[in-house]
């Protein structure tokens, strides 16, 4: 990132003020376990959890906020919810869906219209601090993409996938907004696929069926992370003023054929042509397999390399991605 | 298990074994107690049962099955781990004593120059490339691996092409190839490994008969960026015989892009005899590993002037000439 600051600000200055975390998706599985590690470790913090979905949980150092954040207005609505007045204002927000919708070309405009209305109100806010949560994906599963994609690599997800167009689209705008606010600290964390026992979204939920399809004739190299991995990462970003971008991931890579066996799933190679007819149908007949459009994901290796995490952040993953199948395989609610 | 109790391995098998043995006397007492009370049996087992089930919800439960799990893992499964770049042992493994036959039995292989081979740290091995179906990668890779005292197992660097192609591309990785771009390369050499480029890519497999042996344009000279870069040294190598073993009469790119792969070749006995068309024919071989060049002078600047690479790659295009030419005059016959 070029951005550099002039002045770094560190934690000490900040002290004296009061710090506001805002999660958004806080009803979400990984904001609620970000809420949770965040209760934590911390108690000089207020907690403001924001979401359309109502918060089934108590908040005893924040409040909750019911805010659609894909509407019109949500960043007013949002603004007036902060008291920002006397305090340095961190928002975290996670991007990637945790469910597939049908019209991706829908998701795809709620995605953007939700992060423009985050800048919006952390312009208004004066945020000190922007984390975004994104996902390795975007740089797009790509028979020419080297063993390991760095940070410095340019994001092609967009043109395989509407919901990686939209991330990408996000990328962009935080990092347009870094660049108009030199003061604003805009981190963009990008994980692999996350798998533990409390996180769910469409890939993790992919892994979880009971057969999972593969092209025929493929199998990618893919990498996990853990979700207490990502959850420190967050943690890490959030007490160090780092900006730029990083992928978090964990140690090691395995055939996709291979994590399916770790997970005692059985796999189903299907003819790639018939691949993406069958995604289409299972998502009209309302089967959530996976979005067609991330077909590639089964055809392609797309993984990244976490070297810079662990250099300029310092975050060094203690789950490996076998690990972090085999804490995913024995999670409480599946026996 | 009554004698050998100072073993302590058998005072352990004899404990299991009473074990086993007490367990049966409980599950016996228990089913004769539910058969005389069930009423107060099943109030029992429904409690037990509960609180069962709720110690499977605690951590401590998830925390015990996933050390359990972790121990179970063990250098079995580790076995059919890939490496960094997607190789696995266990498909090496596999394929071996196919390749074997192949290099001891049926191209009869003669090498030369082995000492030259690097014996340990990076090393760039520059070849010829030829044969329609890339077997002189395999062979010259187990050339590599039977010459060194240590088994040294190179890598190499293959076209895009080869991971659209179902099934190939997976093998291919899983055989060690790698994926050819700067990027991978510089990786590969960092963490120490040998690396064979074959620098006339698809141009020199798809090499019309009447033209063997004499060497394409040596790309745009990507493998002299990269050991300028990296300081390694370049092994010129020389594979002979590898070029007649699918003497190709003609090639159709329309007729390729129809079935997926850049190009399709005619050869003698392809596709005429079918899939038997695709045994390659038993020519006799002889790899040739030259005097490494050293790299050490040069430095990365010297990577982004266009003109001293070419240069540096002429001189060592000439060199795996001149060795193949020198070669080609000592063999007597193609066969034997």
Same mark, same amino acid.
């Given at each position: 990132?070029?951005?550099?600051?002039?002045?770094?600000?560190?934690?000490?200055?900040?002290?004296?003020?009061?710090?506001?975390?805002?999660?958004?998706?806080?009803?979400?599985?990984?904001?609620?376990?970000?809420?949770?590690?965040?209760?934590?470790?911390?108690?000089?913090?207020?907690?403001?959890?924001?979401?359309?979905?109502?918060?089934?949980?108590?908040?005893?150092?924040?409040?909750?906020?019911?805010?659609?954040?894909?509407?019109?207005?949500?960043?007013?609505?949002?603004?007036?919810?902060?008291?920002?007045?006397?305090?340095?204002?961190?928002?975290?927000?996670?991007?990637?869906?945790?469910?597939?919708?049908?019209?991706?070309?829908?998701?795809?405009?709620?995605?953007?219209?939700?992060?423009?209305?985050?800048?919006?109100?952390?312009?208004?806010?004066?945020?000190?601090?922007?984390?975004?949560?994104?996902?390795?994906?975007?740089?797009?599963?790509?028979? =020419?993409?080297?063993?390991?994609?760095?940070? %410095?690599?340019?994001?092609?997800?967009? !043109? +395989? #996938?509407? @919901?990686?167009? /939209?991330?990408?689209?996000?990328?962009?705008?935080?990092?347009?907004?870094?660049?108009?606010?030199?003061?604003?600290?805009?981190?963009?964390?990008?994980?692999? =696929?996350?798998?533990?026992?409390?996180?769910? %979204?469409?890939?993790?939920?992919?892994? !979880? +069926? #009971?057969? @999972?399809?593969? /092209?025929?004739?493929?199998?990618?190299?893919?990498?996990?992370?853990?979700?207490?991995?990502?959850?420190?990462?967050?943690?890490?970003?959030?007490?160090?003023?780092?900006?730029?971008?990083?992928?978090?991931?964990?140690?090691?890579?395995?055939?996709?054929?291979?994590?399916?066996?770790?997970?005692?799933?059985?796999?189903?190679?299907?003819?790639?042509?018939?691949?993406?007819?069958?995604?289409?149908?299972?998502?009209?007949?309302?089967?959530?397999?996976?979005?067609?459009?991330?077909?590639?994901?089964?055809?392609?290796?797309?993984?990244?390399?976490?070297?810079?995490?662990?250099?300029?952040?310092?975050?060094?993953?203690?789950?490996?991605?076998?690990?972090?199948?085999?804490?995913?395989?024995?999670?409480?609610?599946?026996? | 298990?009554?004698?050998?109790?100072?073993?302590?391995?058998?005072?352990?098998?004899?404990?299991?074994?009473?074990?086993?043995?007490?367990?049966?006397?409980?599950?016996?007492?228990?089913?004769?107690?539910?058969?005389?009370?069930?009423?107060?049996?099943?109030?029992?087992?429904?409690?037990?049962?509960?609180?069962?089930?709720?110690?499977?919800?605690?951590?401590?439960?998830?925390?015990?099955?996933?050390?359990?799990?972790?121990?179970?893992?063990?250098?079995?499964?580790?076995?059919?781990?890939?490496?960094?770049?997607?190789?696995?042992?266990?498909?090496?493994?596999?394929?071996?004593?196919?390749?074997?036959?192949?290099?001891?039995?049926?191209?009869?292989?003669?090498?030369?120059?082995?000492?030259?081979?690097?014996?340990?740290?990076?090393?760039?091995?520059?070849?010829?490339?030829?044969?329609?179906?890339?077997?002189?990668?395999?062979?010259?890779?187990?050339?590599?691996?039977?010459?060194?005292?240590?088994?040294?197992?190179?890598?190499?660097?293959?076209?895009?092409?080869?991971?659209?192609?179902?099934?190939?591309?997976?093998?291919?990785?899983?055989?060690?190839?790698?994926?050819?771009?700067?990027?991978?390369?510089?990786?590969?050499?960092?963490?120490?490994?040998?690396?064979?480029?074959?620098?006339?890519?698809?141009?020199?497999?798809?090499?019309?008969?009447?033209?063997?042996?004499?060497?394409?344009?040596?790309?745009?000279?990507?493998?002299?960026?990269?050991?300028?870069?990296?300081?390694?040294?370049?092994?010129?190598?020389?594979?002979?015989?590898?070029?007649?073993?699918?003497?190709?009469?003609?090639?159709?790119?329309?007729?390729?892009?129809?079935?997926?792969?850049?190009?399709?070749?005619?050869?003698?006995?392809?596709?005429?005899?079918?899939?038997?068309?695709?045994?390659?024919?038993?020519?006799?071989?002889?790899?040739?590993?030259?005097?490494?060049?050293?790299?050490?002078?040069?430095?990365?600047?010297?990577?982004?002037?266009?003109?001293?690479?070419?240069?540096?790659?002429?001189?060592?295009?000439?060199?795996?000439?001149?060795?193949?030419?020198?070669?080609?005059?000592?063999?007597?016959?193609?066969?034997?």
């Amino acid at each position: 990132m070029s951005a550099q600051p002039r002045t770094k600000r560190t934690s000490r200055t900040r002290k004296h003020r009061e710090e506001i975390i805002v999660v958004t998706h806080a009803a979400r599985s990984l904001g609620g376990a970000l809420l949770d590690m965040l209760a934590r470790h911390g108690e000089h913090r207020q907690l403001i959890a924001i979401d359309g979905e109502p918060l089934r949980r108590d908040l005893p150092q924040g409040a909750y906020h019911r805010i659609y954040l894909s509407k019109k207005g949500a960043s007013r609505k949002l603004t007036l919810r902060v008291p920002h007045a006397h305090a340095s204002v961190t928002i975290v927000h996670t991007a990637l869906p945790e469910t597939i919708d049908i019209d991706e070309g829908t998701a795809r405009e709620r995605l953007i219209a939700e992060a423009k209305n985050v800048l919006a109100a952390a312009k208004e806010l004066h945020a000190h601090k922007l984390v975004l949560v994104s996902s390795t994906d975007v740089y797009g599963a790509f028979a =020419t993409n080297p063993a390991y994609l760095t940070e %410095d690599m340019s994001a092609r997800g967009t !043109d +395989q #996938s509407p @919901i990686l167009d /939209a991330l990408c689209t996000i990328e962009k705008l935080f990092a347009r907004y870094a660049d108009q606010h030199r003061r604003t600290v805009v981190t963009t964390l990008r994980p692999s =696929t996350i798998l533990g026992s409390r996180v769910r %979204d469409f890939k993790t939920t992919f892994f !979880d +069926q #009971s057969v @999972i399809p593969t /092209a025929m004739g493929f199998d990618p190299l893919v990498q996990f992370v853990h979700e207490s991995d990502l959850l420190r990462a967050i943690m890490e970003v959030i007490e160090k003023d780092e900006r730029g971008t990083f992928n978090i991931v964990g140690d090691n890579i395995l055939p996709l054929s291979r994590a399916a066996r770790m997970l005692g799933r059985s796999t189903i190679p299907l003819p790639t042509p018939v691949l993406s007819t069958a995604a289409q149908v299972a998502s009209k007949v309302g089967l959530e397999i996976m979005p067609s459009s991330y077909i590639p994901f089964l055809m392609h290796t797309c993984v990244a390399d976490g070297d810079k995490a662990r250099h300029d952040l310092g975050f060094v993953p203690v789950y490996t991605s076998q690990e972090a199948i085999l804490s995913f395989t024995t999670k409480g609610h599946r026996r | 298990m009554s004698n050998g109790h100072d073993i302590p391995f058998l005072r352990l098998l004899s404990a299991i074994e009473d074990l086993k043995q007490h367990a049966k006397g409980a599950k016996r007492e228990i089913l004769e107690f539910a058969d005389k009370d069930p009423a107060k049996a099943r109030l029992i087992f429904n409690v037990a049962d509960t609180l069962l089930k709720q110690f499977a919800k605690t951590p401590v439960y998830r925390k015990l099955k996933y050390t359990l799990d972790m121990w179970s893992y063990g250098d079995e499964d580790r076995y059919y781990d890939v490496d960094e770049f997607g190789m696995s042992k266990a498909t090496v493994e596999v394929m071996m004593p196919f390749f074997q036959f192949l290099y001891h039995h049926y191209f009869r292989v003669d090498v030369e120059g082995a000492k030259n081979i690097a014996r340990s740290g990076p090393a760039l091995v520059i070849a010829n490339h030829s044969g329609a179906l890339p077997y002189d990668g395999a062979i010259t890779n187990l050339a590599v691996y039977n010459n060194h005292p240590k088994h040294r197992y190179a890598r190499y660097l293959v076209d895009d092409f080869v991971y659209y192609v179902p099934f190939i591309g997976t093998f291919i990785q899983r055989t060690g190839g790698v994926r050819a771009c700067q990027e991978n390369a510089i990786r590969l050499l960092d963490h120490g490994h040998m690396v064979m480029v074959f620098p006339e890519g698809l141009k020199g497999v798809s090499k019309p008969f009447d033209e063997r042996y004499q060497l394409q344009r040596f790309g745009r000279g990507g493998y002299v960026k990269l050991a300028m870069r990296t300081g390694v040294p370049v092994i010129p190598t020389a594979i002979i015989g590898a070029e007649e073993i699918h003497p190709m009469l003609w090639k159709s790119e329309v007729l390729g892009k129809a079935v997926g792969l850049p190009y399709f070749p005619f050869t003698v006995t392809f596709p005429w005899l079918g899939p038997l068309g695709m045994i390659p024919l038993p020519t006799k071989w002889k790899i040739v590993f030259g005097k490494p060049i050293s790299f050490k002078k040069y430095t990365a600047r010297d990577a982004n002037n266009e003109r001293k690479v070419q240069e540096v790659s002429q001189k060592i295009q000439s060199k795996v000439q001149s060795m193949i030419d020198n070669e080609l005059e000592k063999r007597e016959s193609v066969w034997y």
